[in-house]
């Protein structure tokens, strides 16, 4: 039975950070505990289960991720594009037309750039501002949702929401994937309904004013609504793009469809319904013996590696790295890029390190210097600590190739 949506009290700030196995801080477990508290419950009485709400100690909790003034800059200063942002009223979009122009880049049009004082007059006229995707370019953010979502093993998303005084943005609705609401600024009013049908039109679940440091966790397909009263609001609303098993199965399945496909329907089927139904009978159970006969450790693995080759590195200073490949020598001090995806496997006399975006084939000698230099337990290391696995040349290889391809980083105060 789903658990009953609940009003969690304790901080959703800044947690003592859990420790790894090579004592730096977990940060993977970090994200998801400012989030939704103790993981371990969260996954087995709330996740896609019943909304939660967990009211904040520290106003400032997410003043690291995203600020109002962050908002102001983004706007005012980044010259943001559709469909990267839109404006919503009283449920409704506004024309674009109403707070964007055009202007060239280079010798080419780029329509739909933010108009800064028409996107604040549309504000104080009570119209709310999406910032859409914003962990693709704010890098707190990005940091942040990778963090999450291999804590989750689900991607993520964040839109930004920055709601005037005494207005609604979105009416009553709900989202096709789960969502964390982190409130960053000012307050709003939350009702939250049961995904039964006919929810909305029985009193909330949840019925909550969210403050600054407060979280609120929504499993898709509850309908909700917020709206502000006599403050603005800026809050994140983090978008858990979550793998469902209809998806695996429905993969799966396919799969054996499609090799049955290509055979058409008899001639005169149409008019021969019982001839019809005895084919389909057999083409349904043929589809079942193939079903039954599939490799389900091959199916769950091919479907963690699409989750893995999707999250590309985070490559946030990356140009100083490379401009300084030449110096790195055995002194050098390299670690691991927080966020960076590193599975390591053998296959015969083969390495195969998965990076993110791409795969890396190495000889398998190779495996004890990735894994001290890269593994999940690696720390800072210097090149000439890889000395029990390789050679001088051959470990400066190793460290300078794992940099240039976004997994290792040379350590800031080393970079020239």
């Not at 880049?105 to 780029?110: E, Y």
Request: proline share 9%; net charge neutral; hydrophobic share 40%.
């Amino acid at each position: 039975m789903p658990t009953a949506p609940t009003t969690e009290a304790g901080p959703a700030g800044r947690p003592g950070r859990g420790r790894g196995g090579n004592g730096r801080p977990d940060r993977r477990a970090d994200a998801l505990t400012r989030c939704a508290g103790d993981p371990a419950r969260f996954v087995a009485e709330y996740f896609a289960r019943a909304p939660l709400h967990r009211p904040g100690a520290d106003p400032a909790a997410f003043a690291d991720l995203l600020t109002l003034a962050d908002v102001d800059h983004i706007v005012s200063s980044t010259a943001p594009r559709q469909p990267a942002f839109r404006m919503v009223k009283d449920g409704k979009p506004l024309p674009p037309g109403s707070y964007t122009r055009s202007a060239r880049i280079g010798s080419r049009p780029a329509p739909g750039l933010a108009d800064p004082g028409r996107v604040w007059d549309e504000f104080a006229a009570g119209a709310t501002l999406v910032l859409q995707g914003v962990h693709r370019y704010w890098p707190p953010l990005t940091r942040f949702c990778r963090d999450l979502e291999l804590a989750l093993t689900h991607p993520v998303q964040v839109n930004v929401y920055a709601t005037p005084p005494a207005s609604q943005g979105l009416g009553i609705h709900h989202d096709p994937h789960d969502v964390f609401v982190l409130q960053v600024h000012g307050g709003k009013r939350w009702d939250v309904y049961g995904a039964t049908p006919g929810g909305a039109d029985q009193p909330p679940l949840i019925a909550t004013g969210l403050v600054p440091g407060d979280c609120l966790y929504i499993p898709r397909s509850f309908p909700h609504e917020a709206r502000t009263a006599e403050s603005a609001s800026v809050h994140l609303t983090i978008g858990i793009l979550g793998r469902t098993w209809a998806d695996v199965v429905r993969a799966a399945v396919s799969g054996v469809v499609d090799e049955l496909a290509g055979q058409p329907l008899p001639v005169g089927w149409a008019e021969d319904p019982a001839g019809l139904a005895a084919g389909v009978t057999e083409r349904l159970a043929e589809v079942g013996r193939r079903v039954a006969g599939l490799d389900a450790a091959g199916l769950a693995e091919r479907e963690a590696e699409r989750f893995w080759l999707s999250r590309p590195p985070l490559l946030e200073g990356q140009l100083g790295q490379v401009l300084d490949l030449d110096a790195v020598d055995d002194d050098a001090v390299v670690r691991r890029r927080p966020g960076a995806v590193c599975r390591i496997a053998v296959d015969g006399d083969r390495l195969r390190v998965v990076l993110g975006d791409r795969v890396l084939h190495m000889p398998a000698r190779l495996e004890r210097a990735v894994r001290a230099v890269a593994g999940e337990d690696a720390g800072d290391v210097t090149v000439g600590d890889l000395a029990p696995h390789l050679d001088g040349p051959g470990r400066l290889v190793l460290a300078r190739r794992l940099i240039r391809e976004g997994l290792l980083e040379r350590v800031a105060e080393q970079l020239g």
